[in-house]
């Protein structure tokens, strides 16, 4: 199996990401790997946003990202995207990588003790 990862945000235009992605699948590539951040320092792209488009311009190589920071999302919006860019794939083509970090764990649970009062 070949697999390859990509933080698009960091190296690419949108158009070479584009690109990009079409390339890995040209070359043969079975699966495209991005990383997830919630950062306001830099040119990080939402990454299920990223896929999706990644999607429309693919037709055969898997897509995912390797892990999706779930505790600083909202999960039903999460997991309503996330159905969203397995859709827009046909299906069977988009791995959801779930995971937490520890600081992003303890600050979920410091929001919700405040919020129980």
């Not at 698009?8 to 951040?37: K, Q, V």
């Not at 429309?56 to 860019?85: D, E, F």
């Not at 397995?86 to 929001?111: E, H, I, N, W």
């Amino acid at each position: 199996m070949k697999t390859i990862g990509m933080h698009p945000e960091r190296i690419f235009t949108p158009e070479e990401s584009y690109a990009f992605a079409e390339s890995a699948e040209a070359l043969g590539f079975d699966s495209m790997w991005i990383g997830d951040h919630i950062s306001f320092y830099g040119h990080y792209t939402e990454s299920l946003t990223t896929l999706a488009a990644f999607a429309a311009r693919t037709s055969r190589i898997t897509l995912g990202v390797g892990v999706y920071l779930l505790p600083l999302r909202r999960p039903a919006i999460a997991a309503k995207t996330a159905a969203t860019v397995d859709y827009l794939t046909g299906g069977g083509r988009f791995v959801f990588g779930v995971g937490v970090r520890v600081r992003a764990l303890r600050r979920a649970r410091q929001r919700t003790r405040r919020a129980d009062g």
